[in-house]
Structure formats: structure tokens, C-alpha cells
């Protein structure tokens, strides 16, 4: 019996194979951009290795495309007749067809059927960390990586574990073990692009953004081999750069990284357009920036992967002035809404109160805004992304209700936004405080 680098059993039976199975591994779990290649690579040696095929049928579903589809189903047809010998291979091929039968949550629980029988296999641990994050799961996320952490202990991929652990404990708020757990997972691998931004996140939701700045330029080795998700790196620099009013670097940084590849991935349009967001409810006027991306997002107004996708190329839409698209979007949530499986209940709370809110939004229309976005808060957690991606939503609810004279709401907003971080006020929490305190002291007309 073979076993791979994550000392779990692996029906491979050549060296060559075994040996890029684990690059692969590796590659995965630092967000490499030469995965693909060597999984590729093993199904070419092992065209009948079920758990090769149902990886990849599994990492195509992540991309959030409608288009990738075709391919996950391809890969399922030939996982189903290909060589299963373990129940860890047989387990990813079910997770693949739960994911495929709109049900992504017993994915995952097919994924942690895995890690009950093999705690130390750090690729399943990844790929239900990877699918929790998508449905907003945080508590689970963090659950499932406790779990596992024992079997880690003098396991050779133990970093990257730490990395996923950092990030589940600054999702759930416990922002000082989070930069622990992140820095000792770097010291173990430097290459964790996914612990870094980990600790990267720490440092936003504690208002310390000439550390996250410190440690994301100190440590490029984390980052710079990356997949696109060196762009979600350079997104944060971003923000931690416009907590310091750094407003002409966060521009600079969209044009010169974030979008000097002009993708359509929608991870890459997530952070585009809410940096861009960000930058005018700070008066930023960020010209024509805004049409590239609608151009885009005009062209997912039916994809309906994932909502937090959908949402921003809503922003994008909204945003531009796409105002056919937008309604197109909107009016595709309203039957999304009543379809089943798991999306579908996103699509219908918080999903349709959301869009609403921000073609209302994108409308001046801040009452509406206001009241339909505020009415989505409760569950926005749900759409997936981390509390920094989703707090575009929030400042945008802040900045309607402040414009809608909702100053009682308003203020709840902020304290409740202020707990989240730790008792932390950013820049944004602070100046919203003081434009709320002015506005309380205008006279009523």
C-alpha cells in the first residue's frame, strides 16, 4: 500500500506518479500556480486513478464558474469507473457528487468521513476547510481543523495546517491565537500564502495596519509564487494601506497588481470591485476603473455559482451604471430563490434582501438601500468569504443609513461592527462616528 506525503493511503502505483500526486499536494496547499500541471500530470501516468480525477472535478467546482461544470461532471464519470481502493479515494468521489448535486454541505461531511478515518490527510483537511469557507462556515472551518491538529504534530505539512487553523480563529474572533498559530505555520512553511493573509487579517480586524503592511513586504516568499490569490495579497495591502488614508497607494495597487491581469475569475472581480467600492465611500474618484469590470460581470448575470460572486458583479454593475444587467441579475435571484439545494437557500436570505439593497444603492435610492441591506446583515455570513471581503456590504449599509438619516441603526451598526474587531475602531469606524455625531446635531428641517 502507498502512502503520500500526507501519510495517508493512495492507490497510485508508480513512483513518478506518487511523486507528482505530492507535489500536487503541496502546490494545493500553497496556493501554487503549477497545480493544475501536476495533477495533470498524474492522470496522465494513472489515467484510471479515481481520487486524481475526483480532485480535479472537485478543484473546478472551487473556480465558482458555471462553465467548469462540464468538466467536474467529466471528472466524476471517470472517478465513478476508475480505481478506488481506499475509502479515502472513495470518499472524495462522493463529495464530488454531493457537490455536484447542488449539496456542497455533504461534501464536506464526505470530506470529514475521511478525516475521522485519516486525521493526518492535510489535502481533505484543506478541501473542507476550502468548501466551509464558501458557505460561510467559520465555526465549522475551525472544528474541523481542531480536530486534526493532534495527528499533525510531527506531520511534514504541519505549517500549512496551522495556516488554515489562524484563519479559522481570526474568522471566529479570537484575534491573538490567530497571529500565533499564523507566524508559527509561516516558520514551518514559508510558502503559506493562506497563513500569511491569515495573519494579514488579524491585522485588519485589529486596526494595526502598519504591521500587516510590515508583514506582508517581509515576507513575499509567502505570496509571490502564487496562483491569483497574490492578487487577494496585494488586495490586502490595499485596504491596510487605505486604514492609513494611503488613498493614491491603494489606488496604485489596483492598477499596478490587483488588476494588472484583467481576469474574469471572480475571486480576481471580488477584490477589484470592492477596493474600488471602498475608495469612493471615501470620496476617491476612481474614473473609468468601474467599466472594465462591468464589462465583465455583464457577462456572469446567469452563472449563479456561488452568491458572494454574484454580489459583486452586482457592485460592478451597480456601480457602472449597467443598470439592464443589473436588473437581469436581480430578476435571475428572484427564480434562483425557489430552486433547491444548498445555494438556493442563500439565494433567498440573504441573498435577495442584498441585491436589493445595492441596485438601490447604486440608485441613490439610501432608504431602500439602507433598509434591504440592514435586512440581509444577520445572514451574510452565509454567501462565504471572510469578515474582511463582506465588510464592503457593511460600510456600504453604514454609509446608506448615515445618508438615509437611519442614525439609531446606524449607530447599533457601529458598535456591533466595533465588538466584531475585537473592540477595535478602524479608520472607517472612527470617521463614520464623527460624521454620525455631526448629523445628530443638524436641527431637524
Given amino acids: 500500500m502507498s502512502h ?34 501536476h495533477l495533470g500530470a498524474v492522470l496522465e501516468a494513472e489515467s484510471d486513478f479515481a481520487m486524481g480525477h475526483a480532485a480535479k472535478g472537485l478543484f473546478s467546482l472551487m473556480l465558482g464558474r458555471h462553465e467548469m461544470r462540464g468538466a467536474a461532471e467529466d471528472a466524476y464519470r471517470m472517478a465513478r469507473t476508475g480505481r478506488a481502493t481506499h475509502a479515502r479515494e472513495r ?26 478515518a485519516h486525521p493526518e490527510d492535510t489535502l481533505s483537511a484543506k478541501v473542507s476547510h476550502a468548501i466551509r469557507f464558501m458557505l460561510g462556515d467559520a465555526a465549522g472551518m475551525r472544528r474541523s481543523v481542531e480536530a486534526v491538529l493532534p495527528a499533525h504534530e510531527a506531520h511534514p505539512l504541519r505549517g500549512y495546517l496551522l495556516g488554515c487553523h489562524a484563519f479559522t480563529l481570526e474568522e471566529t474572533g479570537d484575534y491573538a491565537a490567530a497571529e500565533r498559530a499564523g507566524i508559527t505555520g509561516l516558520e514551518l512553511a514559508p510558502d503559506d500564502a493562506w497563513g500569511l493573509h491569515a495573519v494579514a487579517h488579524v491585522y485588519d480586524m485589529t486596526a494595526q495596519p502598519d504591521r500587516g503592511i510590515a508583514l506582508i513586504e517581509d515576507n513575499c516568499a509567502a505570496w509571490d509564487h502564487c496562483n491569483n490569490f497574490r492578487y487577494h495579497v496585494w488586495w490586502h495591502k490595499a485596504l491596510l494601506h487605505l486604514d492609513r488614508n494611503e488613498t493614491a497607494l491603494a489606488v496604485a495597487l489596483y492598477d ?57 458583479y452586482m457592485l460592478a454593475l451597480g456601480a457602472a451604471g449597467r443598470f439592464e444587467a443589473a436588473s437581469e ?12 439545494g444548498d445555494m438556493a437557500l442563500r439565494v433567498a436570505d440573504p441573498g435577495l434582501a442584498a441585491m436589493a439593497g445595492l441596485h438601490s444603492f447604486a440608485e441613490a435610492r439610501w432608504d431602500t438601500a439602507f433598509l434591504n441591506l440592514s435586512a440581509a446583515r ?15 456590504f457593511e460600510r456600504m449599509t453604514i454609509d446608506a443609513g448615515l445618508r438615509a438619516g437611519f442614525y439609531d441603526e446606524v449607530s447599533t451598526i457601529l458598535d456591533q461592527r466595533r465588538t466584531l474587531r475585537g473592540g477595535h475602531d478602524d479608520r472607517f469606524n472612527a470617521t463614520r462616528q464623527d460624521m454620525l455625531t455631526h448629523a445628530r446635531r443638524i436641527p431637524a428641517q
Fill in 4 to 37: 503520500d506525503i500526507c501519510q495517508s493511503p493512495v492507490s497510485l502505483t508508480t513512483p513518478g506518479a506518487l511523486s507528482e500526486w505530492n507535489k500536487m499536494i503541496c502546490g494545493f496547499l500553497a496556493h501554487t500556480a503549477s497545480t493544475p500541471t
Fill in 256 to 312: 499596478q497588481q490587483i488588476r494588472a491581469d484583467k481576469t474574469d475569475d471572480y475571486r480576481d472581480i471580488a477584490n477589484a470591485s470592492s477596493l474600488l467600492m471602498r475608495l469612493e465611500l471615501e470620496g476617491v474618484d476612481v474614473a473609468d476603473r468601474w467599466d472594465e469590470l462591468a464589462d465583465l460581470s455583464e457577462q456572469r448575470t446567469a452563472d449563479g455559482s456561488l452568491v458572494f460572486a454574484d454580489l459583486h
Fill in 91 to 116: 470518499g472524495w468521489i462522493d463529495a464530488l457528487g454531493f457537490w455536484l448535486a447542488g449539496r456542497p454541505s455533504r461534501a464536506v461531511a464526505a470530506m470529514e468521513d475521511v478525516l475521522r
Fill in 378 to 392: 444577520t445572514q451574510m455570513q452565509t454567501v462565504g468569504g471572510s469578515h474582511a471581503q463582506r465588510d464592503v
Fill in 329 to 340: 441579475m436581480a430578476l435571475r435571484f428572484t427564480r434562483d430563490a425557489r430552486d433547491p
